[in-house]
């Protein structure tokens, strides 16, 4: 409030009078406790270090001054000691200034930064500067790098000063403050290191202290893998349960060392520290408290004076903390949330506390920083209880858990494993290309198209525009994300069409497109690269983003911030796909590598059939009329040698259309050319039918021929071009600009045949330009079977091209799902070799759901009855090698044609008659009144006709059944169902599932009574017959709790438990089966749809769900769970994963270390379950895995339940300020969100082997559900990328047959070139003619074809299995890749992960090795160092961990540690002991 102007005029006059009686009385106004001192006296006021500080200077002062100046006298400057330090003989207070800055909550990104970050840290530096003593921590360097990014030189150098002098201390360090209880690893340690690389370029620092102070409970993950081995020497946090804290302030606990890894045990125990007054100041010393700031008070002239009340305040709180804690050093947080927009006002204030309340002695005040805190701590003479295990679930109040955050917007949650898991795959990619050559490709338009059609499309919704500020923008007709993209995609809008703009600001530039012919949102496509990703799922981690507790327009921003950087990470993806399939690596060296001198075969010898390809040119030519024409001229060439029969030329038709006779002229030309080198081909001939992967063949670049680069790379004295990016990457400017170029290049290298061979390249160029380009682009609403190219690329004369990558370092068979929109398919594999597929119908979600959703997220309107009539996938195996793709090849053709996909058997009870399907009636008991039909009717069908997305022509009907009084309870009444297909299953019992080949395999029962699932088991082949491994009694059901109280972050149901949707027994159901998949769907309520999955041959099961939208019904809340019931008797007991790293043991009510008062038996015994989860009873195990992140319960034995979905009416009050009801809009009409996903399940044995039993024999039992469990996990986490091309048939049979024989001319002129004399050359011919030609569309990256054919000949009793897989190299099962990305050209980091936790697995929990050589055996390894887990710091100069000592009766056992030796860079062996994880930089030759 202002003074009026008379007021203001007379202050002077006022202070003037009172000043005199101010100061005569000074001394009894300061008098109290035990010491008084006079306030005006310099000495008292002055810092020990004046030199460092401004001093007032001396200004003659005007005659008409006079009296205004002797007013002044009375004062003199006031300056305060705060250059305190610990004082061993008092109670240390560290005060800790920081600010929490959440990237976005109840504001976006944008507006918390424009509004106070930049302001928060520019006037912290300010202060900083004032003060030396002053410190401050910094945390999230998110916001951190966008201020500095904007700043001068000169500001940047003022930084810098302030860092090195120690007042500016960055802590944690990561991008974000992550979420600890829905993040995987993977993705912690991701945004970990992107911050702390940055800190460590910038600032050359790292940080010790995590300071994890805002996440909702805190995981054994955490303690062990993010604090304890990247190095911090502490982790401070806030939030524990509030029983858990009042058992520790009792017992002095509130610090602790922390064990949370029982398999690394010490070597992973870490300081940890529960913040007493979570993470604001003590009460009452808050200097930006908006009701009662304590404004320190000490201007004699003043009436208000208030310093001695302050003072004794600070002494009251810090002896309060002192009494839960240990030492005589406690920590007060003096900040809170965005605090310090004005720092002067905290530091001020902070500076005049410390003075006075040192000059009052009671205790020693100091600013300081959490390090300090720590060093103090462990130089104190005290020994530390000891903490196991993590501190979940977290309650702050006895009816408040925070549980629900778990399951809270599921879909974004997905939404964030999808991008996660594609950051991944196209790093590697990435990284495998290398990133200049991929752009510099990428700038050749007349190979690819990054833009428009082009590489990189994504079919993806087009985001409305948020407001220029980053805030909420329009909600009329937003969008916040369906269960789409694998996941949520997010903040759509009904706008999409082609080339929608996705909206001005935030990331990737505005304005671009998204829809039909969007590139990633205004950024140069050419340029693109998965950076963008990587800080969007960075910012992803954060814990009220990933968590769900951020309100509805800041989760749009994350979505739309991850949506733009996933379209360019795909372009990444296609683009380098298509790269390796169109420009694959050169031919193998001609003599095998040293690493390979053991083998027993020569280097250019393949196997017999069965373990590797056929080495005769018939598999040259890949389409099957050019391989015809192909296989008959080689076999005339060479001399008679026999060639194998291949279908494919008798199925060139149901293909779409044999290639011209010109085409297959051709590809005979080209065949008969290369074979004419001379040499035995029958060695690699079979009578049987077998496939040559394409994997194997390494062919010339475009632009020079391999005897050119032959020429060019022996100038380096490097041999033959071994390099498996292509020649593109060490010397693009000879591919990419053009003849003068291409020349100059050649000068520059020399060699003999420099004219020669450029005229020769671009003759190569010419002609490999003239292929049709492959426009490779991804589905992102596969999960919803909606996939443009697939659907309407099936015409008779096209391809669908599917390229399938697999990012995991071992080979894999997945089930592949491609909705098509003909019911003939032919699948053939990447040699063009039919493989057995089935056609299946699409009844998940439902086609109303399916048809809103594509409007919502792809702009495309398709009635609910055409979807109905034309949704339907093909489902086929597909084998991939380990980092590497598989090319599938997807054909419309006539019906009952040879390799034509399987068509389901359908049989159904309870639902409408369809036309031209059988059916029989089936009367049900009781009276003969008849049941009443009608057809189920949804949200979406409300408003009736195409506009209100009506389910026209739907089949599914619920039947209304009424029971009259006194009929039994479960008796069905009378009337009829009606049974529609094939007859199958007409008993009671439906069984899916069958043992293939030698492995155990499940199998699942189900009843039509039921209607539901009631058995699974666990087979194996015995004999004729089968043994069962493992059975239990397993039934399932989708059922809901009723919350009037819970919020995003709290689970408060109502005492009524979990609730059924089903109100009848008799549910619709639909059987569907085939050699691929058998699926058990039924329609549980209008809202909910499930379908059962069983693979026939494989260990597990799936059960799909489509959820919502939930309709209210009279609750005010809806929280979904699939909740599992069977026989096992666990005792209360169950597992739950740690971020996917530890398998942690939970009990029911109770907690491992306190004991437990039972206030809320449902939600406090929900855990955080990340990747999975699972119980036993000795006999039996049930295991449950996740497609994201969700609350998971054993409620009581033999039960475990997931919750999927949550719709809340309500808030919990926790600070968000808004429920959780999220709706999904097209236009004007809006509706509740449909979640879409599945879990896995499966019963094991739970049996354990006696000790002393061989580790092969004791990995039955429950050893192999731990192997399930880590190795679906790996499956599920790092799912097939799928990308899509429709080519005319034709086209590509022509293009790969002059492929053929282009590369068929280079390698001949290759192997004569660098021949040393003519016999050689004629060899040398031999072994180039002899590799498959034309595209690549099999390949592992990094590998290269000499190192495939020389182990391939060393594999012995394997050679003759035609099952066998390509020999390349594969990681052991134990050990996963979880970064593998370009650094810098050459430059790979790498970091490797053993999966298993000691004694998990008898053989698996062991010591597992690398071979780097091998894994990169195609590249030459120049340097290998090896870093901290963060990648900041080299390994060996990390510091050795603080020492602890414990209470005597906390120094447990657990097993030993068993840690990598040191890499030996002679072998370049990679040790890794179980939980370890080893990050590496490899220098690769570029």
């Known amino acids: 409030m202002s003074l009026n102007r008379t007021a203001s005029a007379a202050l002077p006059f006022l202070i003037g009078i009172l000043a005199g009686a101010a100061l005569l009385t000074l001394q009894q106004v300061m008098t109290g406790g035990n010491f008084t001192f006079p306030i005006v006296s310099s000495s008292l006021f002055a810092f020990s270090n004046s030199a460092n500080r401004s001093v007032s200077q001396h200004v003659d002062k005007p005659d008409w001054l006079t009296s205004a100046a002797s007013i002044g006298a009375a004062h003199e400057e006031i300056r305060y000691n705060t250059d305190a330090g610990p004082v061993e003989s008092k109670l240390n207070v560290h005060l800790v200034a920081h600010s929490h800055n959440d990237l976005g909550w109840t504001r976006t990104i944008d507006k918390y930064y424009v509004t106070a970050v930049q302001y928060i840290i520019e006037t912290v530096v300010d202060q900083l500067e004032a003060n030396p003593d002053r410190k401050f921590i910094q945390v999230e360097q998110a916001f951190f790098y966008r201020w500095w990014q904007q700043q001068s030189e000169n500001m940047r150098n003022r930084v810098r000063a302030l860092v090195a002098s120690g007042q500016l201390e960055f802590v944690n360090g990561g991008w974000v403050m992550h979420d600890e209880a829905t993040t995987h690893y993977t993705d912690m340690i991701h945004q970990m290191s992107l911050g702390l690389r940055f800190l460590r370029s910038e600032f050359n620092v790292t940080p010790r202290i995590a300071w994890q102070i805002d996440s909702f409970g805190h995981s054994a993950t955490q303690a062990s893998l993010i604090t304890a081995q990247a190095g911090f020497d502490g982790v401070f946090f806030s939030r524990a349960d509030y029983q858990d804290v009042a058992n520790r302030q009792q017992e002095k606990k509130e610090e602790f060392v922390w064990r949370a890894s029982k398999t690394l045990g010490e070597s992973a125990q870490v300081f940890g520290g529960h913040l007493y007054w979570m993470y604001d100041p003590p009460p009452g010393l808050d200097f930006e408290d908006s009701a009662a700031p304590p404004f320190i008070q000490d201007d004699p002239l003043s009436g208000e004076v208030n310093v001695q009340k302050l003072v004794d305040l600070f002494v009251q709180r810090a002896w309060e903390q002192a009494k839960v804690t240990r030492s005589n050093h406690v920590m007060f947080t003096m900040g809170k949330d965005f605090a310090y927009t004005n720092a002067i006002l905290w530091f001020k204030n902070m500076d005049k506390l410390i003075h006075y309340v040192n000059l009052d002695g009671r205790v020693n005040a100091l600013y300081s920083t959490p390090s300090i805190y720590v060093d103090a701590k462990q130089h104190a003479d005290e020994t530390w209880p000891l903490k196991t295990g993590d501190f979940f679930p977290y309650a702050d109040s006895p009816h408040s858990y925070w549980t629900g955050f778990y399951s809270s917007r599921p879909a974004f949650k997905r939404y964030v494993r999808v991008c996660s898991a594609l950051l991944l795959a196209a790093s590697m990619l990435e990284a495998a290309v290398g990133r200049e050559a991929l752009q510099a490709w990428g700038g050749d338009t007349d190979g690819m198209d990054l833009v428009g059609s082009g590489v990189g499309r994504m079919m993806v919704p087009d985001f409305r525009a948020l407001d220029s500020s980053g805030g909420p923008g329009d909600r009329e007709g937003g969008n916040t994300g369906s269960d789409s993209n694998g996941g949520a995609a997010g903040v759509g809008t009904a706008a999409a069409g082609s080339g929608g703009g996705v909206g001005a600001g935030g990331a990737g530039g505005a304005g671009g497109g998204a829809g039909n012919g969007g590139g990633a949102g205004g950024r140069d496509s050419r340029a693109a690269s998965t950076a963008s990703l990587g800080e969007a799922v960075a910012v992803a981690q954060h814990h009220d983003a990933i968590t769900g507790t951020a309100q509805q327009h800041v989760n749009d921003d994350y979505t739309l911030r991850l949506h733009r950087a996933a379209q360019e990470a795909s372009t990444v993806l296609t683009s380098a796909l298509a790269y390796l399939i169109l420009h694959p690596p050169p031919p193998p060296p001609l003599s095998p590598p040293p690493t390979t001198t053991n083998s027993t075969a020569p280097g250019p010898t393949r196997a017999a059939s069965g373990a590797n390809p056929a080495n005769t040119p018939a598999a040259a030519a890949t389409h099957p009329a050019a391989a015809a024409a192909a296989a008959a001229a080689a076999a005339t060439a060479a001399g008679g040698g026999a060639v194998p029969h291949s279908p494919a030329t008798a199925g060139a038709d149901t293909a779409g259309g044999a290639a011209s006779n010109e085409d297959a002229a051709a590809a005979a030309a080209a065949a008969a050319k290369a074979a004419a080198g001379g040499g035995d081909v029958s060695s690699a001939t079979s009578t049987t039918p077998h496939r040559a992967p394409l994997e194997i063949q390494h062919t010339v670049m475009e632009g020079v021929s391999h005897g050119r680069q032959g020429t060019l790379q022996g100038t380096q004295g490097e041999g033959p071009h071994m390099n498996p990016y292509g020649p593109g990457r060490s010397h693009k400017s000879m591919h990419w600009r053009g003849r003068d170029l291409l020349v100059k290049a050649g000068e520059q290298l020399g060699g003999t045949e420099r004219a020669e061979g450029v005229e020769e390249g671009m003759g190569n160029r010419r002609r490999l330009q003239e292929r049709p380009k492959l426009l490779l682009q991804t589905c992102p609403l596969l999960n919803i079977s909606f996939c443009p190219p697939s659907q309407s690329g099936l015409a008779p004369s096209k391809t669908l091209v599917v390229v399938a990558f697999n990012p995991l370092a071992s080979a894999r068979t997945e089930i592949v799902r491609i909705p098509v929109s003909t019911p003939s398919v032919v699948v053939t594999d990447s040699t063009h070799q039919p493989i057995p597929s089935q056609l299946i119908p699409d009844l998940l979600p439902r086609p109303a759901v399916r048809s809103f959703y594509t409007a919502a997220h792809a702009g495309v309107r398709v009635t609910p009855l055409e979807q109905q009539q034309g949704a339907m996938s093909v489902v086929f195996r597909a084998e991939v090698p380990p980092l590497g793709y598989s090319t599938f090849f997807l054909t419309a053709a006539r019906p ?549 000592e414990l209470d005597d009766s906390d120094g447990s056992e657990g097993p030993e540690v068993i840690m990598g030796q040191a890499i030996d860079n002679s072998t370049l062996v990679v040790e890794l002991g179980p939980m370890e994880i080893r990050t590496l930089f490899l220098q690769l030759t570029t």
């Open 896 to 1444: 009952g044609a040879a390799g034509v996909a399987t068509s389901s058997s359908d049989w159904s009870l309870g639902l409408k008659q369809q036309r031209g399907r059988n059916t029989r009636s089936k009367k049900g008991k009781g009276k003969s009144k008849k049941g009443k039909k009608k057809a189920q009717k949804d949200e979406y069908e409300e408003e009736g006709g195409e506009e209100g997305y009506e389910e026209e022509g739907q089949e599914e009907a619920v039947e209304e059944e009424t029971q009259s009084e006194g009929e039994e309870e479960g008796e069905e009444e009378g009337g009829e169902e009606v049974e529609i297909g094939d007859g199958v299953g007409l008993g009671d019992e439906i069984v899916f599932g069958k043992v293939v080949g030698g492995r155990p395999a499940s199998r699942v029962f189900f009843s039509k009574t039921s209607r539901g699932m009631t058995r699974a088991e666990l087979i194996k082949p015995n004999g004729k017959a089968f043994a069962t491994l493992a059975a239990a009694n397993l039934s399932s059901d989708m059922l809901f709790y009723s919350s009037a109280e819970s919020g995003a972050y709290i689970f408060k149901p109502t005492a009524d438990g979990a609730l059924p949707f089903r109100t009848q027994q008799r549910v619709p159901i639909r059987v569907l089966r085939g050699p691929i998949v058998e699926e058990f769907h039924r329609q549980v309520a209008p809202e909910i749809t499930e379908v059962y999955r069983v693979y026939p041959g494989e260990n597990y099961a799936e059960l799909g769900y489509s959820i919502g939208p939930l309709s209210e019904d009279g609750y005010l809340g809806k929280e979904v769970v699939a909740a599992f019931s069977s026989s096992i008797q666990n005792g209360g007991v169950f597992h739950t994963d740690s971020n996917g790293r530890d398998y942690l043991k939970r009990v029911r009510d109770s907690r491992p270390d306190w004991t437990l008062s039972v206030t809320e038996p449902i939600a406090g015994n929900f855990y955080p379950v990340t990747v999975g989860a699972f119980i036993g009873d000795g006999a039996a195990q049930l295991s449950l895995l996740v497609d994201r992140a969700a609350g998971a319960a054993s409620l009581a034995d033999g039960q475990l339940e997931v919750m999927l979905h949550r719709r809340l009416d309500t808030v919990d009050n926790k600070g968000v300020g808004e429920p959780l009801n999220e709706d999904v809009c097209v236009e004007d009409k809006c509706y509740h969100l449909v979640v879409v996903g599945s879990l896995r399940f499966t019963v094991f044995p739970d049996s354990r082997a006696p000790p002393g039993t061989p580790p092969q024999k004791a990995s039955g039992g429950a050893a192999a559900g731990a192997f399930w469990r880590r190795d679906h996990s790996q499956r599920l986490l790092s799912p097939l990328q799928l990308a899509f091309a429709v080519e005319s048939t034709e086209d590509l049979a022509a293009a790969e047959a002059e492929a053929a024989e282009a590369e068929a001319e280079a390698a001949a002129a290759a192997a004569a070139s660098t021949a040393p004399d003519p016999s050689a050359a004629s060899v040398d011919a031999d072994s180039a003619s002899a590799a498959p030609k034309g595209f690549l569309w099999r390949h592992s990256l990094f590998q290269s074809a000499q190192q495939e054919v020389v182990r391939a000949g060393t594999r012995g009793s394997a050679r003759g299995r035609a099952a066998a897989p390509p020999d390349v190299y594969q990681l052991p099962r134990s050990v996963a890749i979880t970064t593998l990305e370009e650094v810098s050209p050459g430059g790979i980091l790498l970091r490797l992960a053993h999966l298993y936790e000691a004694e998990e697995h008898p053989v698996f929990s062991r010591l597992a090795t690398v071979n780097l050589r091998l894994l990169f055996a195609g590249q030459e390894i120049l340097k290998v160092t090896e870093l901290s887990l963060m990648a900041n710091r080299e390994r060996a100069s990390l510091r050795p961990p603080l020492t602890w």
